[in-house]
């Protein structure tokens, strides 16, 4: 009897001590990072219209936040470009989030011409991506499977061509 009292006092105790959800992170993960969703957007594209990350899903997505100013994001940018043209038709769509807020949109449209860019570019002119995805450095980049979980971060850069195809060639095989 008395050990019943003491756990229903127990559990009593617990519930009543508990901090509602609404009051802690909402249930968002306070961090974008491997094994959890990657968060929603919705940006301005470089050619006017509207698109989002959730326009990718059941594709595996290497977002890249850069800027045109940035020489790693310079650097690494051809590699994306490659692996892009070699991987898409498998599902890869590598989706590059200018951080316009610290850039400009004619600078990203003169970037993605001189590197004959291909894939689709969106304009974060207010900050929203960047700290939905808590960028600290240029470029940052998220590996995300089909699902729309990050899988991996890879803050800094520039990595090369075979970083990146090791990386990418791994989910869509896992994903197939």
Do not use: K
């Not at 400009?104 to 995805?133: C, K, N, Q, W």
């Not at 995300?144 to 979980?149: A, F, P």
């Amino acid at each position: 009897m008395l050990l019943g009292a003491v756990i229903i006092l127990g559990v009593g105790g617990i519930w009543l001590s508990s901090v509602p959800e609404n009051e802690t992170t909402g249930g968002h993960v306070p961090s974008p990072r491997a094994g959890f969703l990657a968060p929603a957007f919705e940006l301005e594209t470089l050619e006017g219209e509207m698109g989002s990350l959730a326009d990718f899903r059941g594709q595996v997505v290497v977002l890249n936040l850069w800027a045109s100013w940035c020489p790693p994001c310079r650097a690494e940018m051809p590699a994306l470009q490659s692996l892009n043209e070699e991987y898409q038709d498998q599902g890869l769509v590598v989706l590059a989030v200018n951080m316009t807020y610290q850039d400009s949109a004619s600078a990203a449209f003169a970037f993605a011409a001189e590197f004959g860019l291909s894939f689709p570019i969106m304009l974060d002119r207010t900050g929203l991506v960047g700290s939905l995805y808590r960028m600290r450095a240029l470029p940052t980049t998220f590996f995300i499977d089909r699902q729309g979980v990050i899988q991996e971060v890879v803050v800094g850069g520039p990595m090369s061509e075979l970083t990146l195809q090791s990386m990418i060639i791994e989910l869509l095989e896992v994903e197939s």
